[in-house]
């Protein structure tokens, strides 16, 4: 018997319009597995997460009472004309999952606070509740005169209260101290009013030589060098303290406090690129003498359960910690024991299992942090929910990738929707249902090209069906190295004691499973040398107005062409300066803020959203006013810049970069926050090309790459090699090995099963010797 319930079978997309999309419209099958192809920049993300995913959050939302609605992010609705039969939807990203310093693999899971728990009840000798075994909470303690109200009349008590945290004290939970070296925070021989602090962004033209001056605490123009011990301690080390400048109240702070503040209570890594390399130059970091690293108080390390500390279990590999949790024979906490079991089991599961529970979040990849999102849903009772996954195949070897396509697949079977952002062939080929998007990028896409089964568009003739079977071949010949960088020793995280020579002036791909120690040895013992350039995912630092123009240093030679052919200054040229339209400040929206309803941007009616002043846009270059430049892609722009009427030379060798990329469909005033992993570091690595390194060092470059683009990106590593440069590739694409000069293959697994070189030679040799799995599934690749 069917009932009307069982029609609504289908998500119905019409009209759909976000970004480049073109009045697209789709039906896709509920409680099936579809996959979203085509090439980089053709929609795919605009449909499934731009639209799909984020209206089902908005109408979510939108189900929570005003006051709930007032503390969320507020979500516009897309521009679609019907969504229909939407679920609950689940996105898994490739976000990073934030750089605080004391956030971990086991806080971001929680799989700390089950832990804390266990210990806190079956811990010997005990030491108090779950806080006690907790490094992000400190112990505090209390107490003084109360004065209450009983019965009409007033009542005085002595009160106290005492929290025991687990955080040790020296460290504040982070398990480092931090020591500084005074000759890189001030020059001795200088005044302040000469300058004197190296600290970025401390000019003694703005607030702070105001606040310095209206300190009263030193005389600023004599020599730092003279300053008696008490002038010396108040510009380090005074504690905050409030002072009155031209009548304002302000605060003073020395300059170690203020840096602690604000410069140390962020993750090194998620640091701006000039903060990041002040902070490593003026500031030693060592692990913690009271805690030796664990973060916690003695007392949390001293209590344990079967000879372990909780410290220690946290240092433990994952797959290793499951067996241990599966040890603990006591009734009482068996509830707690299985749930912990059940934790641990899905990380295994999803190929994790070689990480511990102290490894901070700010080092995993992006590939890692999307996975440990998959985990808290691997054993979820929910059915009938939308799952929204972004290139899930990211950081997985070959062999990875059956483990995760037997996950995606489980959640298929639970009665779940499973949408997959995806470029590799072996997890197009488990789709039920495929949607292919292009025919090409940015405004040359944007529409459906194909809709039906994997055989469907195999035969299909769309440029992902043309080269969904595409095998790279291995080179004829190999180029021969002209040196070697030497690493001898290497032992960070799992490597054993490695020595390897990477070779110079060739194509070196460094291969192995997730979790191998490829990203050690590579970023630990090569990344840091003078003359390497490493070019990684993570994420670029700037405000909504940073966009490909302003950050590769486009906009800079196209500003100053404006300014020489109209005979004014090149700042009129920005929308971030003189040029900016006085209503939207340059923005090219104007905000309002509509308390606990969504805040509306709309389109600023002077400007018309093109940013700049009326004025400005009378200036042409080429037949273009500067807003059409910033509307144009990286390839019309090319045109544009290398024509007679508008030619700019140095516009064009940017501009060549990035289209050598494979971002020539980008725009250049689209904000860089909408760029994806494997874009951000395309457009680092267009950046960095013209300058002085020797050595590039890329992790995965592939990422984000259709399977058409992956040949250009090939054919740019060459140029490089060609023109004299060494480049290291972290790589799992096996075309990318097929490619390559030299291999060296980590493994023989992940974690403490890892850290050893297999393999070193060339990829014909590691296809004949195909005894790794990298060898294996090479072999099988290219179809020898």
Request: with cysteine; proline share 4%.
């Amino acid at each position: 018997m069917t009932t009307p319930a069982d029609s609504h079978d289908l998500i119905r997309v019409e009209g759909a319009r976000e970004n480049n999309l073109k009045d697209v419209s789709v039906e896709l099958p509920k409680r099936r597995l579809t996959v979203f192809t085509g090439v980089s920049g053709s929609g795919k993300s605009s449909l499934v997460f731009a639209t799909i995913a984020a209206e089902s959050q908005r109408m979510i939302n939108e189900t929570y009472s005003a006051f709930l609605q007032g503390m969320m992010p507020s979500l516009g609705r897309p521009d679609v004309d019907v969504l229909e039969g939407l679920t609950t939807a689940i996105v898994v990203d490739q976000d990073p999952m934030g750089a605080n310093p004391r956030s971990t693999v086991g806080t971001a899971t929680d799989v700390n606070a089950t832990l804390r728990i266990l210990f806190s009840k079956l811990g010997d000798p005990w030491i108090g509740g779950p806080k006690a075994f907790a490094f992000n909470i400190p112990s505090v303690s209390g107490g003084g005169a109360v004065t209450t109200t009983k019965g009409g009349r007033q009542v005085k008590e002595r009160k106290s209260f005492s929290i025991t945290g687990g955080m040790c004290p020296r460290c504040e939970g982070t398990g480092k101290v931090s020591d500084f070296d005074l000759d890189e925070l001030y020059d001795s021989e200088l005044s302040l009013a000469g300058g004197a602090i190296k600290v970025p962004g401390y000019s003694m033209d703005g607030w702070y030589g105001r606040i310095f001056s209206g300190s009263g605490y030193f005389d600023m123009d004599k020599p730092v060098k003279d300053f008696t011990k008490r002038e010396l301690d108040d510009l380090l080390y005074r504690e905050g303290t409030k002072i009155k400048v031209e009548g304002i109240n302000l605060t003073y702070e020395g300059l170690i406090p203020k840096i602690q503040k604000s410069m140390l209570s962020k993750d090194v890594e998620a640091m701006q690129p000039h903060i990041r390399a002040f902070v490593e130059r003026a500031i030693v970091f060592q692990t913690c003498p009271e805690c030796d690293g664990t973060r916690l108080t003695e007392g949390a390390r001293s209590s344990r359960i079967n000879g372990k500390s909780i410290a220690d279990v946290c240092q433990m590999q994952i797959s290793d910690l499951t067996e241990w949790v599966v040890s603990i024979d006591e009734p009482s906490v068996t509830p707690l024991v299985t749930q912990l079991r059940h934790q641990l089991e899905s990380f295994v599961d999803i190929g994790l299992g070689y990480l511990s529970l102290d490894r901070p979040t700010g080092t995993l990849s992006g590939g890692e942090a999307q996975r440990i999102k998959m985990i808290r849903h691997l054993g979820s009772a929910l059915t009938d929910v939308t799952y929204v996954f972004d290139e899930p195949s990211i950081g997985l070897h070959p062999h990875d990738i059956q483990r995760m396509n037997r996950l995606l697949l489980q959640l298929r079977d639970k009665g779940n929707t499973v949408l997959v952002v995806e470029h590799k062939p072996e997890m197009i080929a488990i789709a039920d249902h495929v949607v292919d998007l292009g025919p090409r990028a940015g405004s040359k896409g944007g529409e459906i090209c194909f809709e039906g089964t994997v055989d469907g568009l195999r035969v299909s003739h769309t440029l992902t069906g043309r080269h969904l079977d595409d095998r790279a071949q291995l080179k004829p010949s190999v180029r021969t190295a002209t040196g070697a960088l030497e690493i001898r020793g290497a032992s960070e995280n799992n490597l054993k004691a490695v020595d390897v020579d990477i070779p110079t002036g060739v194509l070196t791909v460094v291969t192995g499973v997730a979790g191998s120690g490829k990203s050690s040895l590579i970023h630990g013992h090569v990344s840091g040398r003078d003359g390497v350039i490493a070019v990684d995912q993570s994420a670029i630092k700037g405000s909504r107005r940073s966009n490909p123009a302003t950050y590769t240093g486009l906009l800079e030679p196209i500003r100053k062409a404006f300014a020489k052919a109209s005979g004014v200054k090149p700042a009129l040229f920005s929308p971030n300066s003189e040029g900016a339209c006085p209503t939207c400040k340059g923005a090219g929206v104007i905000f309002t803020e509509l308390g606990f309803m969504n805040t509306v941007s709309n389109v600023c009616e002077d400007c018309e959203g093109r940013r700049f002043d009326s004025a400005v846009l009378e200036y042409t270059l080429g037949g273009k006013d500067i807003a059409e430049v910033l509307q144009m892609s990286v390839d019309d722009a090319l045109a544009h810049f290398s024509s007679s009427e508008a030619k700019v030379p140095a516009a064009v060798k940017i501009l060549k970069n990035l289209t050598d990329v494979g971002l020539g469909y980008l725009t250049l005033g689209q904000p860089l926050t909408a760029l994806s992993g494997g874009e951000r570091q395309r457009i680092k690595l267009a950046t960095q090309m013209a300058g002085k390194g020797e050595v590039y060092v890329l992790d995965e470059p592939t990422t984000g790459l259709h399977l058409a683009d992956v040949e250009q990106l090939l054919g740019l590593l060459d140029q490089l090699v060609d023109s004299g440069k060494t480049v290291i590739v972290i790589e799992h694409h096996q075309a990318v090995m097929a490619h390559a000069d030299w291999v060296i293959d980590l493994g023989p697994g992940a974690g403490h099963d890892g850290g050893r070189v297999v393999f070193e030679g060339t990829p014909a040799d590691l296809v004949a010797d195909a005894s790794t799995l990298t060898g294996q599934h090479l072999k099988e690749y290219i179809g020898a």
